[in-house]
């Protein structure tokens, strides 16, 4: 009998372990999915600027054709020109936030280029340092990068 209740509290202390690595799992691809949603997104934005010859903007989704104030509700690429949506991003899931350490967002000139400068973090809602995403831009580029070194 004692054997049986030493192999069941073995059974669950491993159990237990398993199900906190799978849903580190879990939540790690998650918002790595958000995060490429956004790059291309961005990329897009860059795109369509050289492609139109006009300024286009990567944005927060303000609910129909215009920018927001919160990252939150998703984001837009749109044209600065007409307020035309080219591509809207879904809302953030489970609790997950980005926030923006710059003013403003990007905005893509004719060239490409982008004067935004500042950093979109997207955290998770733990806060938990490890699964940091962010984008960084700088000098009219941007990197990409991933956990504590994320501001």
């Known amino acids: 009998m004692i054997e049986l209740l030493v192999t069941i509290s073995i059974l669950i202390i491993m159990a237990a372990l ?27 934005a860059r795109s369509e600027a050289i492609k139109r010859g006009e300024t286009v903007s990567f944005c927060p989704n303000g609910g129909g054709a215009s920018c927001g104030a919160s990252w939150s509700a998703g984001w837009n690429v749109m044209l600065n020109s007409s307020s035309t949506q080219l591509k809207v991003g ?22 490409g280029y982008t004067f935004f400068t500042g950093t979109l973090s997207l955290h998770d809602s733990n806060s938990t340092p490890g699964l940091y995403r962010c984008i960084v831009f700088n000098a009219g580029s941007w990197t990409t990068q991933q956990g504590a070194s994320c501001p």
């Open 90 to 111: 879904d809302p953030l899931t489970h609790g997950d936030s980005l926030t923006n350490t710059g003013t403003g967002y990007p905005q893509f000139t004719a060239a």
């Open 18 to 44: 398993g199900t906190a690595s799978y849903q580190y799992l879990i939540t790690s691809t998650r918002l790595n999915g958000e995060i490429s949603g956004m790059l291309n997104g961005i990329k897009l």
